[in-house]
């Protein structure tokens, strides 16, 4: 596999009104890789999510796939191959599981192959075809980011962006989501950054990891090797 | 019987007028947060383009659907010029906003075309049906609100343009993440939300006569029965014009009450709704995090 990188970003910050919660961060993405953001509560995990999806004011270069970022909307964005996942799953609740799919679909017009995608989602995702025409809103938190997955999915994303999808869920669901990405990394081949608290799930699946604090990035490196390094562990992943 | 019969039937043909009133302002609730004033200028003032179009000669129903086009695009343009820029701006510059183009299109039309009570025709004619049960032109009013009604149940259930509209509505945040152009989105509603309160407009005016202020008290009851099904449902709004028409034609046996006090008895029905329900009989609780 060729190490092209798939997005890189440069003296990225990122703002709340006059509030700045990254400051200056570089980082890149290699295609087919996991990248994983890891680090507390507040830390800028979700801000450098919603900064690559151009949901709040940055300054700084962004590059995706071979072009800037820079003054893209949000859903620009989505339809140059960016899935956000965001965090609380943003589940179109009372609408059924089939259209939230569909939903995910909304950028794309091959009638046949989005068919053919919903198809895959449900063979990942059994769950979600038993209740496809139920709605969203009645399924548990694991079962809902499941199709949040499923709808990313949906976009034959180049890059999916994860927030937190172990947030909320019972341990063995959490093993059961990550097992799914694991499988979308490996069969599918798909991108991915993810930000998660749950260090030790993430560094198992990632390629590479970062570690941010206050909103800056303070090491980065391989996941395997960040995951080994004890005094890495104890001073910023707390396990 | 008889008498309560016809009267529930003439309830229901005006009653379908309100629902699309209520639909309308319904559609733009769910995308922008806020109550139209101006809706039902807006229909009045389709409907006066609609008077233009026949007396140049026009036969009824291509003006009929000519008015539909033109209001549409109207509406479509009063979002990206007016309502687009004012995004973020808070509520009270929205209502301000909305008594403007309230009072621009209410005396732009008298302006235009005078204020003086013109008659509309109906393609419906007039003849008394079943044992003059129901005039002609209420069962046609009756049926082209269901018609309505019909194809945009059809549009929001099957097509996905109709899809990602109520995505759009439903969290417009989710919706932008899929890659919807959620502004555009918002402008078609506005563009369905003019083009349905034409088709009042054209439906209403034999029945109220033609001029600047028509719309006002039917825009009343369009309010009164969004009110009352829920500002949140459309399904909602629809019952509720369906049934704010029957409540005032049935109110007039009321002993005492009779033609002058039916407005109030709209009014009564909102203020009492919102007291007791203010979620409305279909509509939904908003949970807001703070």
Not at chain 2, 102 to 126: C, H, Q, V
Not at chain 2, 186 to 206: E, S, Y
Request: charge should be neutral; charged fraction near 15%.
């Amino acid at each position: 596999m060729m190490n092209r990188t798939l997005l890189s970003a440069r003296k990225l910050s990122a703002f709340y009104g006059a509030t700045r919660v990254l400051h200056g961060i570089d980082f890149d993405i290699i295609e087919g890789n996991v990248t994983a953001f890891l680090g507390a509560n507040g830390a800028g995990k979700t801000s450098t999510l919603r900064a690559l999806s151009g949901m709040i004011e940055t300054t700084g270069e962004i590059d995706f796939a071979g072009q800037p970022l820079k003054g893209k909307s949000t859903e620009e964005r989505a339809q140059l191959g960016i899935a956000h996942v965001p965090e609380g799953r943003g589940t179109f609740s009372r609408m059924t599981i089939e259209e939230n799919l569909q939903l995910g679909a909304m950028s794309r017009s091959d009638r046949a192959g989005i068919a053919a995608d919903i198809e895959r989602v449900y063979g990942y995702f059994p769950k979600l075809r038993e209740r496809a025409h139920q709605q969203a809103g009645t399924m548990s938190g694991g079962e809902q980011q499941m199709l949040a997955i499923g709808r990313a999915l949906m976009m034959r994303p180049k890059l999916m962006l994860l927030d937190e999808p172990s947030f909320g869920l019972a341990p063995l669901m959490v093993d059961e989501v990550y097992t799914i990405l694991r499988r979308l990394k490996e069969d599918e081949g798909v991108s991915m950054l993810l930000v998660e608290q749950n260090a030790a799930a993430a560094l198992a699946l990632a390629d590479q990891a970062y570690l941010i604090e206050t909103g800056e990035i303070v090491m980065s490196g391989l996941a395997q090797e960040i995951g080994r390094d004890e005094n890495i562990r104890r001073a910023y992943l707390g396990y | 019987m008889q008498l309560v019969l016809s009267q529930i039937l003439a309830g229901l043909s005006t009653g379908g007028i309100y629902a699309c009133m209520a639909l309308a302002i319904v559609m733009i609730y769910q995308a922008i947060d806020h109550l139209n004033f101006a809706q039902g200028e807006m229909a009045m003032f389709s409907t006066f383009i609609a008077w233009q179009l026949l007396h140049w000669g026009l036969p009824y129903w291509p003006t009929f659907f000519l008015t539909i086009a033109i209001s549409f695009v109207g509406g479509v343009l009063i979002e990206r010029i007016i309502f687009k820029p004012l995004k973020n701006a808070p509520i009270l510059s929205h209502i301000v906003v909305f008594i403007a183009l309230f009072a621009i299109l209410n005396s732009g039309a008298g302006f235009i075309w005078d204020f003086n009570i013109k008659s509309f025709p109906t393609p419906f004619g007039t003849t008394p049906l079943f044992g003059s049960l129901i005039s002609s032109h209420d069962a046609g009013m009756i049926s082209v609100t269901i018609i309505v009604l019909i194809l945009l149940y059809a549009f929001f259930r099957y097509t996905r343009v109709g899809l990602a509209m109520r995505a759009t509505a439903a969290n417009p945040e989710s919706a932008r993440l899929v890659g919807i152009r959620v502004g555009w989105m918002i402008a078609l509603g506005w563009g369905m939300a003019a083009a349905i309160g034409a088709i009042a407009g054209m439906m209403i005016a034999p029945v109220v006569f033609l001029e600047p202020n028509m719309m006002v008290s039917i825009l009343l009851y369009g309010f009164a029965g969004a009110v009352v099904g829920g500002l949140t449902s459309p399904l909602g709004a629809v019952i509720g014009g369906f049934a704010v028409g029957v409540i005032e034609n049935l109110s007039g046996f009321i002993p005492d009450v009779g033609n002058e006090l039916k407005l109030t008895i709209a009014l009564a029905l909102i203020v009492a709704v919102l007291t007791i329900r203010p979620q409305g009989l279909f509509g939904r609780v908003i949970v807001t995090r703070v």
